[in-house]
């Protein structure tokens, strides 16, 4: 059963607009959110993260909003640009000695 | 700064044979974790390591065997490969506890024939 789910596998955008990428859990023991970048080829890279005592995290273009009641986290990018072209995972965890991947939305951002 | 290099990264092998895909980290983090990704699955678990000669089953163990004689290592094992296993494979690493960032090595890729 899939703990952590993103349901849009795909997500295309203009350059310079926002790309808005959403994820669900059903855990409610999640108490630490991380978002990863993955081009072909190459392992997944750590983007940003947030921890369940807050709502929101920034750095630079990237912001993490977290919804605790929805069971709902988004990841905004502004403004996009063709480098941010990429599949994005997010990931949850309980204890810190297991993560949960899901799925993953690639994201297509167009010049 | 070396951080996690996986070997090998390219592998084709037949069924039934044995392949083991190694991972080393410079980190010194106390935990590993063995992940392989599937189009439609994500990143699944399957075996995490809390610190040397302690180990445990993620998601999807079976077929798979790991040791971690040492802080650095934690190789995996595939006894009797079958082709369902043909996948990526992801080792990483975080420092203990919760709230700690999990990091990647580069994939290894394994095709069984």
């Known amino acids: 059963d899939q703990q952590v789910k993103q349901n849009s596998p795909s997500l295309s955008v203009q350059e310079g607009r926002i790309s808005i990428l959403n994820c669900d859990y059903t855990?409610?023991?999640?108490?630490?959110f991380l978002w990863y970048k993955k081009y072909p080829a190459e392992g997944p890279t750590f983007l940003i993260s947030?921890?369940?005592?807050?709502d929101k995290n920034e750095d630079g273009r990237f912001t993490v909003f977290l919804n605790k009641s929805a069971k709902h986290l988004s990841l905004h990018i502004v403004p996009s640009q063709p480098g941010d072209s990429a599949v994005y995972f997010c990931?949850?965890?309980?204890?810190?000695?297991?993560?949960?991947f899901g799925t993953g939305t690639s994201l297509t951002v167009i010049p | 700064d070396a951080g996690i290099t996986q070997s090998p990264r390219y592998k084709i092998t037949e069924t039934g044979r044995q392949v083991t895909l190694m991972c080393h980290q410079t980190?010194?983090?106390?935990?590993m974790f063995w992940y392989r990704q599937d189009l439609g699955h994500g990143l699944r678990l399957i075996y995490y390591?809390?610190?040397?000669?302690?180990?445990d089953k993620g998601e999807v163990p079976d077929g798979y065997v790991v040791s971690r004689s040492k802080t650095e290592n934690f190789p995996l094992t595939l006894e009797s490969a079958t082709r369902s296993q043909t996948s990526v494979y992801f080792c990483?690493?975080?420092?203990?506890?919760?709230?700690?960032?999990?990091?990647f090595g580069e994939g290894s890729w394994l095709t069984v024939v």
């Open positions: 990483a690493s975080s420092l203990q506890g919760t709230g700690n960032t999990i990091y």
């Open positions: 855990n409610s023991m999640f108490d630490y």
């Open positions: 947030i921890s369940s005592i807050k």
């Open positions: 990931a949850a965890s309980a204890t810190g000695n297991q993560f949960y």
């Open positions: 980190w010194s983090h106390s935990y």
């Open positions: 390591s809390a610190a040397a000669d302690i180990t």
